[in-house]
């Protein structure tokens, strides 16, 4: 009887032992940098937990909380109302917690002479409407266009905070990453992209100002900065185990000094 | 002043967002912005909101539509009628056709807004006619059988709106001129490129509209062998016109316009039009170069909208069509004109018009196959009165009745024309149409 108790006590070990896996998908904006330091920190305080984090874009994490794939969706976009449909015929409730707040800065190389723009040349530059810096106050030179790509939630925002929804350039190039952007930007002395505010200050590029106001923790937190978003978990319902206790240290005072460590702007 | 506790607004706002219907999730989207900015809910409740809201607008049949992202406006609308006709006419020995029957015509239009300016149309239709999309019920191979039935693309076209001024449209379009149904049959929808300019000043609306219409393409152009050389039939149409606003309600407007057919004698396809004019036919288009002039006066009588109306046309080639014709004496026949009045406009539930009006339309003053397929059969050389009325019985559903009585201008020459009566030689026509319309 005693073996027998033992046996299934070391069974239900086992399990609790797989269960805390936290499977985590969704925005590269948030999977990059942020996500592994909060896993790492709240590893570190509870070392029975693994993750698993993928960081492909916010329609990846979106997908993966409707197809039941991942405990935790990182969005850095709201889920649109067609995946919201999606999840629901397949009896999944999305709910969205804000667990930091980021500004997408627009970037130019670091030689640039362009230090600031208006929401409208913004527009113009990425839908191909304005295609030489010197029509925006610069040297002359074929504007070269960075975005992310398709899959990307700030690929999505920034459509719908900078250019009217309207579409990206047809010569635009899509990048993976901000990571990438950054990169080819620095490179490209005619670049111009967005990344989020974690990515602003790498070396060889600038952000530019829009309408005078540049992006920073204060002007997302003051709202006063155009091109400002939350960013998201997603999970089916109100969170539950494991991840619950994910979100609750996200937005716990550990967590959120990591939002500011990595460059993002905390809730509270 | 009494302030509300911010729980019991955020309750409150939250309360109505959640209570106003699907349809509107979108637009509750800059109202749940507003409230987060006055600071009465928060960023997390926003986002609850307006995920139960779209949840909500998802389960609803619209919520499933998904349109391309360049597309800025899409509209689905269309139109169902059953109508009763009856037509009639005498031939020269005094013996009568006589024609009754049932028909429907179904309508079902797509048009959109892209970005950029551009729009675009596309309408399915009943009929493979080129001037009516009606089918005769029990018309098919066996009872009920669905030969006549099919349905065929009456209308598509892209266009664009470069500014406020100018419309370009190409493809199968609704027709761009102002017109009657004296010179167009308001079912055709004619091919090719229109371009169009309106400017409105002061109490002036001034517009200019021009088409190029492929009439009959020739097929190839050039082939192997001696075969002559072949061009397409283009019908070239130049309008410009104006409205003048003037005071209690009243207007004017003239839309002179010129039409000119191009390449006629050269093209070997289609036949019909390559102007061989035979004793029983005179579809062929050559020698026209006509001047329309539509106008209309609109008043008010009673604070309801009147108008009087007319048109008239002028071939500056109608001596040389009587001349191929075989009869020069004839010369005169190049001449068409219409004259009537209208009262009210059924457009809203209980609201009816009437309209009456003479037309005299000479042998050689138009294109036979433009003119209306109904009023005087398909035909020129072809007078007499129309009467018609409509009735809304709901906002989107009509009744109408429309009567139209005619006889042959010549008698000494056939009524040009292809129509349901089944000789040129038609005396004494006479139309009766009811009609049940649902628009949707």
Redesign the interface.
Known sequence: MKKALLALALAGSLVSAQAAKLVIKGSDTIGAKLAPMLAEDYKAQNPGVNFEIAAEGSTTGITAIIDSTADIGMASR?????E??AG?AKGV??????IAYDGIGVVVNANNPVSTLTRRQIEQIFTGDITDWSAVGGSPGKISVYTRNTSSGTYSEF?ELAMK???YASSSQKLAGNEQITSEVAKNPNGVGYVGLAYINLPGIKVVSIDGASPSVESVQQ?KYPFAR?L?YYTNGEPQGEAAKFIDFTLSAKGQELVTKVGFVPVK | MVKIPTKWLALCGGALLTAATAAYAQDSSALIDVLVRKGIITDQEAIDIKTDLQRDAGATPAGKINLASTTTEFRIAGDIRARYEERSGENDTGDHQERGRFRYRFRLGFTGKLSDNFFYGARLESSTGSRSANVTMGDDAGPWAKNSDALNIGQVYVGWTPNANWTLTVGRMPNPLVTTSMVWDGDINPEGIAEQWKMHEGTMDYFVNLGQFLYGTAGSQNVFGSTPTNKDVYLFAWQGGAKIGLANGQSIQVAPTLYNYVNTDQSTNPTPFKGTFTAANMTGINNLFVLEIPVEYGFKIADTASKVFGDFTYNFEGKDRARKWGRPDLDGENIGWQLGFQYGKAANKGEWDAKAFYQSVGAFALDANLVDSDLFDSRTNMEGWVVQGNYAIGNATQVGLTVAKGKRKDSSIIAPGSGDIGTGALNDYWLGQLDLNVKF
């Open positions: 709201p889920a649109k109302q067609l919201i449909s629901a409730s999305l709910k969205a917690t804000i459509k929804k309207r579409d709202k939350p998201f």
